[in-house]
Nanobody, 121 residues
Framework: QVQLVESGGGLVQPGGSLRLSCAAS????????MGWYRQAPGKQRELVAA???????NYGDSVKGRFTISRDNVKNTVYLQMNSLKPEDTAVYIC???????????????WGQGTQVTVSS
C-alpha cells in the first residue's frame, strides 16, 4: 500500500512564501512523476507543477517564475517552494505520484489528502 503524506500548508500574507512537502511511503520500486495539483472552491483541479524521474519539470502558467518543484528520489519526497504568493493561489494543494511501481501490483497513480494554503492579509 502506497501512502502520500503532505505537510507545510497554512496561512500566509500576500507576497509571502511557503514550502510544501509530500512523502511517499510503502514498498516502492520507482515513481515516474511526482507533482502538485490544486483545487479552489468552485474551480477545477489544475496542475501546479510536476517533476519526472529524468529530472524534467513543468509548471502551470499561473505559477511560472514563482514556484519551484524539487524532488528527492531516495526519500520519495517532492517539495514545492512557493514564493510571491497571491490571494488567487489559495486552494487545497494535492500531491500526486504517477507511474508508481510496487511489488506484485500493476503500475498505478496515487493521491494525497491535500493541504490547505490560504493567502490573505
Amino acid at each position: 500500500q502506497v501512502q502520500l503524506v503532505e505537510s507545510g500548508g497554512g496561512l500566509v500574507q500576500p507576497g509571502g512564501s511557503l514550502r510544501l512537502s509530500c512523502a511517499a511511503s510503502g514498498s516502492i520500486f520507482s515513481i515516474y512523476v511526482m507533482g502538485w495539483y490544486r483545487q479552489a472552491p468552485g474551480k477545477q483541479r489544475e496542475l501546479v507543477a510536476a517533476h519526472r524521474n529524468d529530472g524534467s519539470t513543468n509548471y502551470g502558467d499561473s505559477v511560472k517564475g514563482r514556484f519551484t518543484i524539487s524532488r528527492d528520489n531516495v526519500k520519495n519526497t517532492v517539495y514545492l517552494q512557493m514564493n510571491s504568493l497571491k490571494p488567487e493561489d489559495t486552494a487545497v494543494y494535492i500531491c500526486n505520484a504517477g507511474g508508481v511501481v510496487v511489488p506484485t501490483t500493476p503500475e498505478d497513480d496515487y493521491w494525497g489528502q491535500g493541504t490547505q494554503v490560504t493567502v490573505s492579509s
